[in-house]
């Protein structure tokens, strides 16, 4: 498991703390779901020897995985001012960093969930308010929550939160028993491999040719 955030460590526990609270299991998550590599890279590479690195523009710096009542869950940070071009450069890393997730997740893929965390004074700023609910509207790869504050967020404010996530009560979440410790067997959606083969794409293109193959699957 890595938590790699920063300030964001103590939102992340908090949030954590809160789902204990209301009852939730919080669980490790395999620290695969917030590596760079896809699934298929990693077989790849143990056989043929060869690395692929990402840039680092493509991937979130700072990312948290977790089991939350066995539903796999990343966390994340949104900072900066609320501008289009900042948010969006951040989300596309996350959605990114999401995509490569799924790819480690087999059938539990579409149970995928991710929270992100809004700079201290969002609650009560208009912008921030409208481009979260623009984030949560957006179902690309995963399902988004955010979560804003005003300045200094109590273990109430963090379960208010959850309270609109699958984590609510008293309707509890199917609880799961997936350990996610035998990710080499797991095999890839309909498509997926045949595109991460694919030395043409870059690493938009192939997010971009990940996400198109999802939804032409559920049709």
Same mark, same amino acid.
């Given at each position: 498991?890595?938590?790699?955030?920063?300030?964001?460590?103590?939102?992340?526990?908090?949030?954590?703390?809160?789902?204990?609270?209301?009852?939730a299991a919080v669980a490790?998550?395999?620290?695969?779901?917030?590596?760079?590599?896809?699934?298929?890279?990693?077989?790849?590479?143990?056989?043929?020897?060869?690395?692929?690195?990402?840039?680092?523009?493509?991937?979130?710096?700072?990312?948290?995985?977790? @089991?939350?009542?066995?539903?796999?869950? !990343?966390?994340?940070? %949104?900072? +900066? &001012? #609320?501008?289009?071009? =900042?948010?969006?450069?951040?989300?596309?890393?996350?959605?990114?960093?999401?995509?490569?997730?799924?790819?480690? @997740?087999?059938?539990?893929?579409?149970? !995928?969930?991710?929270? %992100?965390? +809004? &700079? #201290?004074?969002?609650? =009560?700023?208009?912008?921030?308010?409208?481009?979260?609910?623009?984030?949560?509207?957006?179902?690309?790869?995963?399902?988004?929550?955010?979560?804003?504050?005003?300045?200094?967020p109590t273990i109430g404010?963090?379960?208010?939160?959850?309270?609109?996530?699958?984590?609510?009560?008293?309707?509890?979440?199917?609880?799961?028993?997936?350990?996610?410790?035998?990710?080499?067997?797991?095999?890839?959606?309909?498509?997926?491999?045949?595109?991460?083969?694919?030395?043409?794409?870059?690493?938009?293109?192939?997010?971009?040719?990940?996400?198109?193959?999802?939804?032409?699957n559920f049709v």
């Amino acid at each position: 498991m890595k938590m790699t955030f920063g300030d964001g460590t103590d939102l992340t526990a908090k949030l954590l703390d809160a789902a204990r609270a209301i009852g939730a299991a919080v669980a490790d998550a395999h620290p695969s779901l917030i590596g760079p590599r896809f699934n298929s890279e990693v077989l790849s590479d143990a056989i043929t020897g060869d690395y692929l690195s990402r840039q680092e523009s493509d991937l979130p710096q700072q990312v948290f995985a977790t @089991l939350l009542d066995g539903f796999p869950l !990343l966390i994340g940070t %949104l900072n +900066g &001012p #609320p501008n289009g071009a =900042i948010i969006g450069s951040q989300l596309r890393r996350y959605r990114n960093q999401a995509t490569i997730c799924r790819s480690w @997740l087999g059938t539990e893929a579409s149970n !995928l969930h991710m929270f %992100l965390i +809004g &700079p #201290p004074g969002a609650l =009560i700023d208009a912008t921030w308010r409208q481009f979260a609910a623009e984030i949560e509207a957006d179902d690309r790869v995963c399902r988004k929550q955010v979560w804003l504050f005003d300045t200094a967020p109590t273990i109430g404010d963090a379960r208010e939160f959850l309270e609109r996530t699958f984590v609510a009560r008293p309707w509890p979440s199917e609880q799961r028993t997936e350990l996610l410790d035998s990710m080499a067997n797991i095999s890839l959606p309909s498509g997926w491999e045949e595109a991460l083969k694919n030395q043409e794409l870059d690493f938009s293109e192939l997010v971009d040719q990940l996400i198109a193959l999802e939804e032409a699957n559920f049709v």
